[in-house]
């Protein structure tokens, strides 16, 4: 048994869609979960920058004695983690395998889009591990970098005409290739799966990054669960505590009033 906590980490609310994941599949577990509000987006800086970020933010959570991190942004997962990930000793995973893998045993037709933030098209990181399948399976990708903004402003209910209008530009060209699997390659985009959905119609497939990533988790070889308890839950963030209240408590399905204190990321 190890009563540590699970450390989970996003530029915002998006890492959130693991954690719903990790409360239904592991509901004994602590998780400690930051989301660097302050600094979101990540998806349209340097590398530099969102390396530089993510190693803060995992620095941050090893305070809490974590034993094991979950990368649970797209972004960060793609671009940071590849290259610092052997720098730490304890297991850190990232969102990116679990959705590639998961869209090569789902789809019927061989298509498979992917979508995600700037940073995370340009890296290539889901299309190489698709690509290097021996199946043969053709991708469409898309950047979308309205889409986070738009979710961190809670533009998501599927009649909201922005956010209409959003989907609409970015997934003409991937709905067009005849994709029947949809990768929502940045974790923020599941809160936004019905209007995406909506547009792509009822025969695609989304597959979710942050929920493959926490069923990766719970079957880890190197994950050892804790004893039957009560979960503790905390949440950071680096600007507005109410704000991130307000729209985790919705989107969890439970109150996070309270659970939820204000850091300064760039002292770590
Ligand atoms: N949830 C992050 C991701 O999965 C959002 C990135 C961003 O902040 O642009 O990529």
Redesign the pocket.
């Known amino acids: 048994m190890d009563n540590r906590p699970i450390g989970v980490f ?3 609310l ?2 959130l869609t693991a954690v719903r994941e990790i409360m239904k599949l592991l509901p004994n577990e602590d998780i400690v979960y930051f989301g660097d509000t302050g600094r ?5 800086r340097s590398k530099q920058t969102i390396t530089k970020y993510t190693r803060q933010d995992i620095r941050f959570l090893t305070k809490f004695d974590c034993k094991t991190i979950l990368v ?7 671009v940071a983690l590849p290259q610092i990930k052997g720098d730490y000793d304890f297991p850190i995973i990232g ?1 990116v395998e679990g959705a590639a893998n998961r869209a090569c045993q789902v789809t019927r037709n061989g298509k498979i889009g992917i979508i ?2 700037n ?2 098209i340009k890296s290539g990181s889901y299309v190489r591990l698709i690509s290097t399948r021996p199946e043969g399976f053709f991708t469409a990708c898309a950047a979308c ?1 309205l889409f ?1 903004p738009l979710v961190e402003n809670s533009r998501i209910s599927v009649e909201d005409k922005i956010l209409k209008l959003a989907i609409e530009e970015y997934l003409t060209p991937v709905k067009n290739a005849g994709v029947d699997t949809l990768i929502l ?5 599941p809160i936004i799966a019905e209007a995406i959905s909506a547009f792509m119609g009822d025969n695609v497939t989304l597959i979710s ?1 942050g929920l493959e990533a926490a069923r990766i988790l719970k079957e880890m070889p190197s994950f050892t669960p804790c004893e039957e308890k009560a979960a503790k839950h905390r949440f950071f963030v680096s600007d507005d505590v109410d704000l991130f209240s307000e729209q985790a408590s919705l989107f969890l399905g439970q109150s996070v009033e309270g659970e939820v204190e204000l850091i300064n990321i760039e002292e770590i």
Do not use: I, L
């Open positions: 996003d530029s915002g998006g890492g979101v987006p990540y998806g349209s649970a942004c797209g972004t960060a997962s793609s969102v995600g933030t940073a995370t970098p986070v390659g940045c974790t923020h985009y990054p």
